[in-house]
């Protein structure tokens, strides 16, 4: 088959969940071609049918629940949908791969990377033990995995996230594939990172000729790699296009959403002459490495290595850099979640030498918002009994009305209805259960909330929602907030001062428009660039 000839053709494809009347079209009649050799982008939010799209091509999902009540896709000729599951098997992971979105998931943790590696090899190219070995090294080589030949017996519990999506990626070209489907191939990964990934994809597409179906909700990552754009919302493709005049014109209002839906607004005004509520001075938090039969410190791993910071009420300060930088072991050491060393004041007292039980009537006024939000809410409680948890513990006066008006003013200050407290989490889309996770935190009415990373499993228009939701609550309520994100856009959006951490040492700090305009540290301007793609000269920050 030639350049520019259709690799696959998908004609008015549905699909749906559930038996007889009750089924639910989560992909209604949608249609799309990729050419050989092309990047096609099928963009869209959440829920509205670029995973399942993509899956069907493969015939992934979970059949019979899921079906197919009309639609065709055809891969040089023959329609797979009607393909017997013996010759499906001989086209999955040879001349159609697929990488999926959290590695970490995806690789089997009980195995070797060379074995997981190894046997799509041995499955596809008959290859004995020291073929695919000695291909496996070349496949972990090529994508930029150092020392290969030492990780073949790591398990993925032993890499960073970084290493095990280029696992995933050297697994998925394995067979050298027609068509690589890669489903939010870099949604987990830091800017420096997600920018190495997308450039080992686009080189190895050029290097190997294959097409690619990219699925992603980050339209800045469509700009750099796709060349044709399908946009979806409700199972429905409802624009599509060159990516240049998508882009630049978009015809639907839902593509006009999402390419203004980067997080915007400025953040507080720097005033030194707030009152500090929370302060640090040379922290440390050290963690001992043992070795030898008596298990002696031989070492330590430095996870924040002197750090100094002042927090002043109706401020963010920002903790930004790579994962294993610091960033969240700083935030749990000064809620004094962890163990550290160097002092820690808290409105002027010293909390650092405090007891567990001592600490307990502060709690209420120091609280804190986690990452993934399905995962801090316990699937076993209503939402009125996730809130009203620390009203339990911290206020036992309130009785139980008291407490449903405290939990319904709090889901009403974030957003959502009241009525809803009898609902559980899994009701609930992504960005509502992070409403849910900040009124738990904002019900016990804190002066000091820390923030870790609270957008970045959220889609792009929904990251701007939250963050417009924690600017006006800290507005409201003079809140302190130390903003911990990897995320430099929404960073701007929400920090008035920046801290950025490498190797648990701070290597540049100052107010967010001075490190964002004129960034000093070489670290500091290759995640500007990462996160903007820009160029930096002499320390000054340029539009590419």
């Not at 690799?7 to 639910?24: E, I, P, T, Y």
């Not at 593509?255 to 005033?271: M, S, V």
């Not at 918002?369 to 009125?384: A, E, H, K, T």
């Not at 309520?477 to 903003?483: C, Q």
Request: glycine content about 8%.
């Amino acid at each position: 088959m030639s350049a520019g000839e259709t690799l696959v053709q998908v004609r008015n494809l549905s699909v749906a969940f559930g038996k007889g009347d009750s089924r639910a079209l989560a992909v209604d009649h949608v249609s799309f071609r990729i050419e050989r050799g092309e990047t096609v982008a099928l963009v869209g939010e959440s829920g509205s049918g670029k995973t399942v799209s993509a899956l069907s091509i493969l015939r992934l999902l979970p059949y019979p629940a899921a079906s197919h009540p009309s639609g065709e896709i055809f891969f040089e000729g023959a329609n797979l949908l009607e393909l017997p599951e013996a010759r499906m098997r001989k086209i999955r992971g040879d001349r159609i791969s697929i990488i999926f979105q959290e590695p970490m998931t995806s690789l089997n943790p009980l195995h070797t990377i060379e074995r997981q590696v190894g046997e799509v090899l041995k499955l596809h190219r008959g290859m004995d033990d020291a073929s695919a070995r000695k291909r496996v090294i070349e496949l972990l080589a090529k994508v930029g995995i150092r020392d290969p030949e030492k990780r073949l017996g790591a398990y993925p519990h032993e890499l960073s996230g970084g290493q095990r999506q280029r696992v995933m990626i050297a697994m998925a070209l394995a067979n050298e594939p027609d068509l690589l489907i890669a489903d939010e191939p870099t949604t987990a990964l830091d800017v420096t990172i997600q920018a190495q990934i997308l450039e080992l994809l686009s080189d190895l597409q050029k290097e190997m000729g294959m097409a690619m179906l990219l699925i992603t909700h980050d339209l800045g990552i469509v700009r750099k790699m796709a060349e044709r754009v399908y946009v979806m919302k409700d199972g429905q493709i409802v624009e599509q296009g060159q990516m240049e005049a998508v882009f630049t014109e978009p015809q639907h209002a839902y593509t006009r959403h999402l390419i203004n839906a980067e997080p915007k607004g400025d953040p507080p005004k720097e005033d030194r002459g707030r009152p500090v509520v929370l302060s640090t001075e040379d922290l440390r938090v050290w963690f001992p490495i043992k070795s030898g039969l008596l298990k002696r410190t031989v070492d330590h791993v430095k996870a924040v290595d002197g750090l100094t910071l002042e927090l002043r009420a109706g401020q963010t300060v920002g903790v930004v850099g790579e994962s294993g930088s610091g960033k969240t072991t700083l935030g749990l050491a000064l809620l004094r979640l962890i163990s550290s060393k160097g002092p820690i004041a808290y409105v002027g007292r010293r909390i650092d030498g405090l007891t567990q039980k001592e600490m307990r009537p502060l709690r209420r006024e120091m609280q804190i918002v986690f990452q993934d939000p399905y995962g801090s809410l316990s699937p076993r409680l209503s939402i009125g009994q996730i809130i009203e948890e620390g009203l339990v513990i911290q206020q036992p006066e309130l009785d139980y009305d008291a407490r449903r008006r405290r939990v319904a003013d709090a889901l009403r200050e974030v957003g959502l209805d009241p009525e809803a407290q009898d609902r559980y989490p899994h009701e609930f889309s992504g960005g509502q259960r992070q409403r849910i996770a900040i009124a738990r935190a904002m019900v016990l009415e804190p002066k000091f909330v820390m923030l870790d990373e609270p957008t970045s499993a959220l889609d792009m228009s929904v990251q701007a929602q939250i963050v417009d939701l924690l600017r006006d609550l800290q507005k409201k309520r003079d809140l302190a907030y130390l903003f911990i994100s990897h995320d430099l856009k929404v960073v701007r959006a929400l920090c008035n001062y920046v801290i950025v951490m490498r190797n648990g040492k701070v290597v540049e700090e100052g107010p967010a428009d001075v490190v964002f305009s004129t960034p000093r540290e070489e670290y500091t301007r290759a995640l500007l660039a990462a996160a903007f793609d820009l160029t930096v000269k002499h320390g000054a920050v340029l539009a590419s």
